[in-house]
């Protein structure tokens, strides 16, 4: 049986489409058969961060009834099935997004793992999204606006009963004016599930439609994207730094011949 993640957020433009997109990679990176639907039939991007623009069947045409979800799924980097939803204003129009539970309900034949791209707020795409889908992560960034408009999410995932899983944190940068993780789990009252920094590349990969877990594999944000993985996949991920560190206190120890006794 399939699990269906919806990413979501309050606020626009925290992170969501990228984190989709990555997420959906480490997880195929840890092995399992991940299917990435771009529920933002308004606004769309997915396709655009997993290079795969301007494909014939997308999502809308789908949601409009016209062709099956099969036709609409495309082979994404490291094996990841998506399904864009489209920039076609057309199609758009004609798509019902509350066709979009029959979509899941197929969905959940075709893969393991169905990570959900879902529209910001609560408007009506964004509640249809979340309620069909059984667990959610919220993506914040750590300033009170994100914060605020992410307790929406919150209150109304806990209404459709949809299992919050917890908190991505992304575009952290160490400045004084940050909310904390600690402030934000409080004021959310939900784990963090993970920290992404603010991180150049992103932006970079975005141009090119390749994910940064992909292209700046050991770069920071993609290392904290591939944790975050781990953690949902029960896997074990050992970080490059720590890695590093061990193999420093392996040499120590080896030098000094074991630490204090
Ligand atoms: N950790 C990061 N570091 C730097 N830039 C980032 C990071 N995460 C996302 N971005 C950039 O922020 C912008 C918004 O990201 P994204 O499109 O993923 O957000 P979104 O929540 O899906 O937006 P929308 O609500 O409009 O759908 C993009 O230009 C993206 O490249």
């Known amino acids: ?84 939803a489209g920039v076609s204003l057309d199609s758009f129009k004609k798509a019902k997004p509350e066709k979009l539970l029959e979509v899941l309900t197929k969905l959940h034949e075709l893969g393991e793992i169905i990570i959900i791209d879902c529209p910001a707020g609560i408007g009506k795409e964004a509640l249809t999204a979340i309620s069909t889908a059984e667990h959610l992560i919220l993506v914040v960034n750590p300033e009170i606006s994100s914060i605020s408009d992410a307790l929406k999410v919150v209150a109304i995932s806990r209404r459709f009963e949809t299992n919050i899983l917890g908190t991505i944190i992304n575009r952290t940068t160490a400045e004084d004016s940050e909310l904390s993780a600690k402030a934000i789990e409080t004021i959310l009252e939900v784990p963090i599930l993970g920290i992404i920094p603010e991180d150049p590349n992103i932006r970079r990969c975005a141009a090119f439609g390749e994910p940064i877990v992909i292209r700046y594999p050991d770069s920071p944000a993609s290392q904290a994207i591939m944790q975050i993985a781990a953690r949902l996949t029960g896997k074990e991920y050992i970080p490059k730094k720590t890695e590093e560190k061990s193999f420093i206190k392996k040499f120590i120890k080896g030098l000094f011949g074991g630490g204090k006794k």
């Open 1 to 84: 049986m399939a699990i269906t993640i919806a990413i979501a957020s309050g606020k626009g433009g925290t992170g969501k489409t990228t984190i989709s997109a990555n997420l959906s990679v480490a997880l195929s990176k840890f092995g399992k058969d991940v299917i990435v639907l771009d529920a933002d039939i308004a606004m769309a991007n997915l396709e655009l961060v997993m290079g795969l623009d301007g494909k014939p069947i997308t999502l809308n045409d789908v949601l409009a009834g016209s062709v099956s979800v099969e036709q609409a799924i495309y082979e994404g980097p490291a094996g990841v099935k998506v399904i864009p």
